[in-house]
């Protein structure tokens, strides 16, 4: 049997960027992926995601996204392909609303550059836009588009041309401590061993780890990309990737990209949670009635014809924020997970974060707020 320095379970965002920081450090890596590489099964297919920096939902994630920037440019060059696209980005609310008041303290207590328009003033720089007057928008000019199916292959890739051993469609089924130090997986194809294990097997870590199951909990979600009647004011040029908070929740919307249509979700889209394989990934008329809102409303020259509907997964966390950490009764397990609907901008650093805590053990980020402490109550 060949034994590992780690094994990784599920090469998708997370794990994909684990298997490149661990195999470019000279370890033997094998990645363990159930479904195809990438697949469309899990949280991180749909073609593209939202970096932003003007982070509402903590300012303790800055430090991770500056990070997080700097390695998307680093796997861009490493890779020969632009990873990720700069258009800069938009919240707006109501003044007082959670995202304008969280997007404004951490570029205050970060320092990052930033303006404050009215609803009146985005109408008047992006007319792809129809914000109320009275709203108030946080333009930051460094968030953009991570291609993230793209990043999982370049990942891959650049791990497996580093020395790692990538398997697809070979399901980790169990894993257990080995007496003396180490660790055992079985999957349905073999037995492997390893001094270290990531489990980042996203919506399914409940199966590797019961205990998490009713911590991180899997939620359906569905994305729609929407021909514009006004395609030049969609483009990532013309268009920043934009969060709004309405009262019907937060509405995230991306530039044309890869399909031929703005990009449009809503967090927690019908609140459906459950079991990851129980969920529906049919699409049904709801939930395109669910997007075309926020189109109707707030970008209405981009409420064209759809082009695509696709299902997709959260895995919720109690607080939204994630899971990075040794398990308590088996420290060469690490557990990262559990991305709360906002996690794929962070992969290349959690990447990096997996690799220092698999080798030297040495924390570069203040991890305290994604321990598995904090559920202890
Ligand atoms: C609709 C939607 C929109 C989003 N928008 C954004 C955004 O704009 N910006 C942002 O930063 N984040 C966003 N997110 C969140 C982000 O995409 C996720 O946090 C991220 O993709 C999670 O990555 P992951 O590696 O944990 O999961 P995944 O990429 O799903 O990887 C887990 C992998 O583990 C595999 N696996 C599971 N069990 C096993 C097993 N037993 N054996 C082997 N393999 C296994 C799975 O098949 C899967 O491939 C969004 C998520 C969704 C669903």
Request: hydrophobic share 40%; net charge negative.
């Given at each position: 049997?060949?034994?590992?320095?780690?094994?990784?379970?599920?090469?998708?965002?997370?794990?994909?960027?684990?298997?490149?920081?661990?195999?470019?450090?000279?370890?033997?890596?094998?990645?363990?992926?159930?479904?195809?590489?990438?697949?469309?099964?899990?949280?991180?297919?749909g073609v593209t995601r939202i970096?932003?920096?003007?982070?509402?939902?903590?300012?303790?994630?800055?430090?991770?996204?500056?990070?997080?920037?700097?390695?998307?440019?680093?796997?861009?060059?490493?890779?020969?392909?632009?990873?990720?696209i700069?258009t800069?980005?938009f919240?707006?609310?109501?003044?007082?609303?959670?995202?304008?008041?969280?997007?404004?303290?951490?570029?205050?207590?970060?320092?990052?550059?930033?303006?404050?328009?009215?609803?009146?003033?985005?109408?008047?720089?992006y007319p792809g836009c129809l914000?109320?007057?009275?709203?108030?928008?946080?333009?930051?000019?460094?968030?953009?588009i991570?291609?993230?199916?793209?990043?999982?292959?370049?990942?891959?890739?650049?791990?497996?041309?580093?020395?790692?051993?990538?398997?697809?469609?070979?399901?980790?089924?169990?894993?257990?401590?080995?007496?003396?130090?180490?660790?055992?997986?079985?999957?349905?194809?073999?037995?492997?061993?390893?001094?270290?294990?990531?489990?980042?097997?996203?919506?399914?870590?409940?199966?590797?780890?019961?205990?998490?199951?009713?911590?991180?909990?899997?939620?359906?979600?569905?994305v729609g990309w929407f021909q514009p009647r006004n395609p030049e004011m969609f483009t990532p040029a013309a268009f920043p990737v934009h969060c709004l908070?309405?009262?019907?929740?937060?509405y995230y919307l991306l530039p044309a990209h890869r399909v031929p249509g703005v990009k449009v979700g809503l967090?927690?889209?019908?609140?459906?949670?459950?079991?990851?394989?129980?969920?529906?990934?049919?699409?049904?008329?709801?939930?395109e009635?669910?997007l075309r809102r926020c189109l109707a409303r707030h970008f209405p020259k981009a409420d064209g014809p759809v082009m695509a509907l696709r299902?997709?997964?959260?895995?919720?966390?109690?607080?939204?924020?994630?899971?990075?950490?040794?398990?308590?009764?088996?420290?060469?397990?690490?557990?990262?997970?559990?991305?709360?609907?906002?996690?794929?901008?962070?992969?290349?650093?959690?990447?990096?974060?997996?690799?220092?805590?698999?080798?030297?053990?040495?924390?570069?980020?203040?991890?305290?707020?994604?321990?598995?402490?904090?559920?202890?109550?």
């Open positions: 049997m060949t034994v590992f320095d780690t094994i990784v379970v599920g090469v998708g965002g997370m794990g994909s960027a684990a298997c490149w920081q661990l195999a470019r450090r000279g370890q033997r890596v094998l990645g363990l992926e159930r479904f195809d590489i990438p697949n469309a099964y899990g949280s991180s297919h970096i932003r920096l003007a982070y509402f939902e903590s300012p303790n994630y800055v430090p991770l996204l500056k990070r997080a920037l700097t390695l998307w440019v680093e796997a861009s060059t490493a890779f020969g392909e632009p990873l990720m700069t800069g980005s919240d707006s609310g109501h003044p007082d609303c959670i995202e304008i008041r969280g997007a404004l303290e951490s570029c205050q207590i970060h320092r990052l550059e930033h303006q404050v328009l009215t609803g009146s003033e985005v109408n008047r720089r914000l109320p007057e009275s709203f108030a928008a946080v333009f930051q000019p460094d968030g953009g991570i291609l993230s199916e793209r990043a999982i292959v370049a990942h891959a890739t650049m791990a497996i041309a580093a020395g790692a051993e990538i398997h697809g469609r070979e399901t980790v089924l169990d894993w257990s401590p080995i007496a003396g130090g180490g660790v055992r997986v079985t999957t349905n194809r073999g037995t492997y061993e390893a001094g270290r294990l990531v489990l980042s097997s996203g919506a399914w870590i409940g199966d590797l780890v019961p205990s998490l199951s009713t911590i991180a909990v899997p939620e359906r979600q569905v908070e309405t009262d019907e929740g937060f967090y927690h889209h019908r609140r459906e949670s459950g079991r990851a394989d129980a969920l529906s990934r049919e699409v049904a008329s709801e939930d009635t669910i299902t997709c997964m959260f895995t919720n966390t109690p607080d939204g924020h994630f899971i990075i950490d040794t398990l308590p009764d088996t420290p060469e397990v690490i557990v990262v997970s559990a991305c709360s609907g906002h996690g794929y901008k962070f992969a290349g650093v959690v990447g990096e974060i997996v690799a220092d805590l698999a080798t030297t053990g040495h924390k570069r980020f203040d991890l305290s707020m994604f321990g598995l402490g904090r559920f202890d109550a």
